[in-house]
């Protein structure tokens, strides 16, 4: 399995940016679906998106469709989260998974590593 560390989350005020960071220790993240979950207090873990392993397919959840973008850097075994435009309803735990298969999933529970997840919150 991959061990994959997030990090860039913080406290933001409404209409700002984060971008998120998620790097991977193991060998096989340039065959891996990534993809970025969240789980906001007192709800379900939810899709945010994902991207196959040569960036050619990319999914987003329609709650964040056209404010967060999903790339990826195989050399540097690391996925980002680019937020922008960011609402207080994003404040959430967001946890970067890996999927160890090059077919596409957004759910959840085809991926097999999480990491710990970082903190966004944004306040109105």
């Known amino acids: 399995q991959e061990q994959l560390v997030e990090s860039g989350g913080g406290l933001v005020q409404a209409g700002g940016s984060l971008r998120l960071s998620c790097t991977a220790s193991?060998?096989?993240?340039?065959?891996?679906?990534m993809g970025w979950f969240r789980q906001a207090p007192g709800k379900e873990r939810e899709f945010v998106a994902a991207?196959?392993?040569?960036?050619?397919?990319?999914s987003y959840a329609d709650s964040v469709k056209g404010r967060v973008t999903i790339s990826r850097d195989n050399a540097k075994n690391t996925v980002y989260l680019q937020m922008n435009s960011l609402r207080p309803e994003d404040t959430a735990v967001y946890y970067c998974?890996?999927?160890?298969?090059?077919?596409?999933?957004?759910?959840?529970?085809?991926?097999?590593?999480w990491g710990q997840g970082t903190q966004v919150t944004v306040s109105s």
């Open positions: 991207i196959s392993w040569s960036g050619g397919w990319i």
């Open positions: 193991g060998r096989t993240f340039s065959r891996n679906v």
């Open positions: 998974a890996a999927r160890p298969s090059p077919i596409i999933s957004t759910k959840e529970a085809d991926f097999s590593s």
